[in-house]
């Protein structure tokens, strides 16, 4: 497999802008989450998913985000209007769901709002 | 309110001994118990996990150690290689709140030759 695939890995835009960062997670698993790294926070959970239904979105920062998942192949984090405080590193992770069991990551993506 | 706390943001070691790296958690609810590591532009990748149920677990070089009453496990790395430098992450769940990751914020490591 070739694990779990995130695009674009760069990402540049203006303020203001739309922005939409997509995952396809790995074959036969079941849980999607979505991550943010930065400098002040770390690795903060967005959302997660369970067979393609959001299980806890609590933190999802603000209505300028949004995430779906229409199949069990693919999920997107569109963020609308961009601002320049949503630049970080996106990560997107797939798991089988259950406990005990651990994430596998994309390479992310890097975004930058200016 | 920050549940899992890595408290070295970075850690500097000679090739060859050993690195010892420490978390700390304040939810009594979590129950497994997981260390990343990530390079620079890439993601995290699962190095070790352990159950609440065991204080010790082990492979190959990496042994993670857990004290439930303390609220702390602790990764040893021995002996330490140059490909080691990394950003090392602790993670914990709890499984009533399914599989979620709680991280911690990392902790810096580089194996000097």
């Known amino acids: 497999d070739a694990g779990v695939i995130q695009s674009p890995r760069h990402e540049v835009t203006e303020m203001g802008q739309e922005v939409t960062l997509r995952c396809k997670p790995i074959s036969g698993h079941n849980s999607l989450f979505w991550y943010r790294q930065t400098m002040m926070r770390g690795l903060e959970l967005l959302i997660y998913?369970?067979?393609?239904?959001?299980?806890?979105d609590s933190g999802m920062p603000e209505d300028r985000f949004s995430a779906k998942m229409p199949n069990a192949s693919f999920s997107t984090l569109k963020i609308q209007p961009s601002e320049p405080r949503d630049s970080a590193v996106y990560f997107c992770?797939?798991?089988?769901?259950?406990?005990?069991?651990?994430?596998?990551f994309g390479q992310g993506t890097r975004l930058t709002v200016v | 309110d920050q549940q899992v706390k890595q408290n070295s943001p970075s850690l500097s070691v000679q090739e060859g001994r050993i690195s010892i790296l420490n978390c700390d958690y304040t939810?009594?609810?979590?129950?497994?118990f997981l260390w990343y590591k990530k390079y620079p532009a890439e993601g995290p990748t699962f190095l070790i996990s352990i159950s609440s149920i065991k204080d010790k677990n082990e492979d190959g070089r990496f042994t993670v150690f857990l004290n439930k009453s303390a609220k702390h496990l602790s990764l040893h790395i021995v002996p330490s290689q140059p490909g080691d430098s990394a950003v090392y992450f602790c993670a914990a769940s709890d499984k009533a709140a399914g599989n979620k990751l709680t991280f911690g914020g990392g902790t810096r490591v580089l194996v000097k030759p």
């Open positions: 998913f369970n067979n393609n239904v959001p299980i806890d």
């Open positions: 939810n009594s609810m979590f129950d497994y």
């Open positions: 992770a797939s798991s089988f769901e259950g406990p005990y069991t651990e994430a596998f």
